[in-house]
């Protein structure tokens, strides 16, 4: 049975979803490490005042839940664990590969646009600048989720720690598929852009523009792909009003 505590609480809104005592949002982890550093109840209440034997006593029990769930896995877990590191390294290959593929294809492009001879050399430099933003980011995500730890179909998580957002495989899809919301947001730059609706011109061509100036902003857009999306929602809304 699941232990309960009255002074900890776990949530996202805090200390990036860490157990903290609910009455002073102080990490949990913060109390075992003074408790290591002090060795004793009095000094570490002596260094944190506001702190109670009880907040103490509970902070180690909450540590010790901790060890005690970390070593109850059985072999079905464990099983499902090394197909999740597996499915997590092939997600990994496959961005790296996505990455390193609109990397070659924005180094092979941008020096051709000198002139803009073609509009749709414009365009691929948006859309693979915007593809590699994105594939950067979903990157960085997966590794952390995956230092993190993982999550289980049953919905438990391994290693039992703090931290909320693990790998799992409902996630791997995602990821997958992540790079090329990227595309999509390199093609609304630029026809945002071109068109005049992000940055306001006099005359609406690609001329008007770098094709660096064009590629940076298609990049930035699929870093902050849901970031952009939610803007253009809300400018959208803004506009033509919220139905």
Known sequence: ??????????GPDLHDGAAHIKRLSFPVSRVLQLLKEEKSY???????????DQD?????????SLIQQDSSLTAEEKAEI???HSLAVAVFLWLVMVLIASLIAVMIVLP???????????IVICVAAGTLGSAVSALISVLERV???WELRSGKKWPISEKLFRFNKRMALFFVARPFLGSVMGLLIYTGMVGGY??????????????????FFAALGGVFAKTFLEKLR?????LFGKK
Do not use: C
Request: glycine share 8%; proline share 1%.
């Open 1 to 10: 049975m699941a232990m309960t505590f009255e002074r900890i609480s776990e």
């Open 42 to 52: 009095d000094k570490v209440r002596a260094t944190n005042p506001r702190l109670e």
């Open 147 to 149: 230092a993190d730890g």
């Open 234 to 238: 809300n400018t959208f809304e803004s």
């Open 82 to 84: 090394n197909g999740l």
């Open 198 to 215: 992000l940055i306001a011109t006099t005359k609406t061509t690609h001329e008007n523009f770098t094709a660096e100036g064009l590629a």
């Open 112 to 122: 051709n646009t000198r002139g803009w001879t073609s509009q749709l050399h414009v």
């Open 56 to 64: 103490i006593d509970e902070a180690l029990l909450y540590g010790a």
